[in-house]
């Protein structure tokens, strides 16, 4: 059996990026006003029924945060048209590197989110795969990206691209909003940063400035 030491020679060198988004006003006010909401939300509830009993607004209030900090409509439908930071980084960064030919795979948690990051590339008639939990098929879509030149994009559920996939065609991997087990981020960029690969990884983890996602 080969050891540890000789397979990572065999890997393709892999380079780690966190990007920075700022929100807009509309989304930084949408935010402020959720946190002012869950804070005083928690404080009566810790009034009324102490601290035992106010970990299910807790977990309630972390979870509206983080979706707040992608996009504003993953907790209001009505809000899934507009745009968000996070995803006109992403879209100018994909722009970026389909320039140059290269493939790019991304993962979220929340499948909402990759929902908005569908319609908004099925509105430029953008060429992708897509897979989560629910997906059927899930081979053939591996198949796809992996041999089509004009597949360049794969937008997957954290959960559903942690293990089991070897997607070597892409040279980008980008992981757009935190887990809160580094370990899960790092299986979904294994998924190209694997031996089959040529080339380098370059792995991208967005974070939105000044929001609950920089203090996992």
Known sequence: R????QVLQDLPTKTEQTLYC???EKERAHYDELLVHYRARLSDTMKAAGLGRSKMVVLEALLRLRQASCHGGLIDPDLKDRSSAKIDVLESRLDEIMEEGDKAL???QFTSFLSIVRQRLDARGVVYEY???????RQEKVERFQTDDDCRRFLISLKAGGVGLNLTAADYVFILDPWWN??????????AHRIGR???????????????????
């Not at 580094?182 to 998924?191: G, H, K, L």
């Open 2 to 5: 080969r050891t540890k030491t």
């Open 22 to 24: 700022e929100l807009s």
């Open 106 to 108: 991304v993962f979220s």
């Open 131 to 137: 897979l989560d939990g629910r997906s059927r098929k």
């Open 182 to 191: 580094p370990t899960i981020e790092d299986q979904a960029i294994a998924r």
């Open 198 to 216: 040529e080339g380098n990884v370059f792995a991208r983890k967005f974070l939105s400035k000044d929001t609950i996602e920089e203090k996992r």
